[in-house]
Structure formats: C-alpha cells, structure tokens
Nanobody
Framework: QVQLVESGGGLVQPGGSLRLACEGS????????IGWFRQAPGKEREGVSCINNGDGSTYYADSVKGRFTISRDNAKTTVYLQINNLKPEDTGVYYCAARLPGVTAQAMCAMTTPSPSGMDYWGRGTLVTVSA
C-alpha cells in the first residue's frame, strides 16, 4: 500500500523540541515536493512548512519562522520537521503531504483542502501536544 507515514509526535512542555519525520511506504520521496501541515482542535488545517524537491527552496508560515526547520536527508527518503521552542498553540495533528513538482513551496503550503490539482498523497498524521 502506497502511503506517507509520519512519526515523532508526542507530549512536550512549552519550550521543548521535537523532530517529526515523514517517510514513504511503498514508494520513495525522491521526486516529490513535501509539505508539513497541522490542524489544531476546532481549527482549519494550515500549511506550516514546505520544501521543493528540485532546488530545495522552502517556505515557512509566519507563525513558525525561526522555530521550525524542514529538511530532507541526502537519499531523499525522509523529510524532517525540526520544531524548537514549542508553544501551546503548536498543539495539533501534524500531517505530511507529497506532490509532484509544479508549484512553489509557498503555493504548496496553501493547498490545505483536497482538490484535483492538490496533493498526491497525505499521511495520517502524528499528534503533537504542548502542555505543562
């Protein structure tokens, strides 16, 4: 079965750090742009960070700039989201998504709702809870 699998979520205190990972199951991420999205309870899904496969260009939402870092390993099998200085408002389910190249990283992060021109794959999410 072809799917994306996220890992690394958990319960962390404010100010703490987590590293989320996104891997392909049944396929590799070599040719895909990858995005991280999150959905807080009662809120709409938002794109927090995306990375283009070709030139490695990245996009970060204003709310996470300076605290989140997206990266991919050299083999392009895994995409990471390093999250530092976590805040309670970072709580939510974090999803990764894959899309064949064709738009900027910023445009990809704006694709938060399903559409024919949207993502090729979505993961099932990993829960991040920030609480004292």
């Amino acid at each position: 079965q072809v799917q994306l699998v996220e890992s690394g979520g958990g319960l962390v205190q404010p100010g703490g750090s987590l590293r989320l990972a996104c891997e392909g199951s049944g396929f590799t991420l070599d040719y895909y742009d990858i995005g991280w999205f999150r959905q807080a309870p009662g809120k709409e899904r938002e794109g927090v960070s995306c990375i283009n496969n070709g030139d490695g260009s990245t996009y970060y939402a204003d709310s996470v700039k300076g605290r989140f870092t997206i990266s991919r390993d050299n083999a392009k099998t895994t995409v990471y989201l390093q999250i530092n200085n976590l805040k309670p408002e970072d709580t939510g389910v974090y999803y990764c998504a894959a899309r064949l190249p064709g738009v900027t990283a910023q445009a990809m992060c704006a694709m938060t709702t399903p559409s024919p021109s949207g993502m090729d794959y979505w993961g099932r999410g990993t829960l991040v809870t920030v609480s004292a």
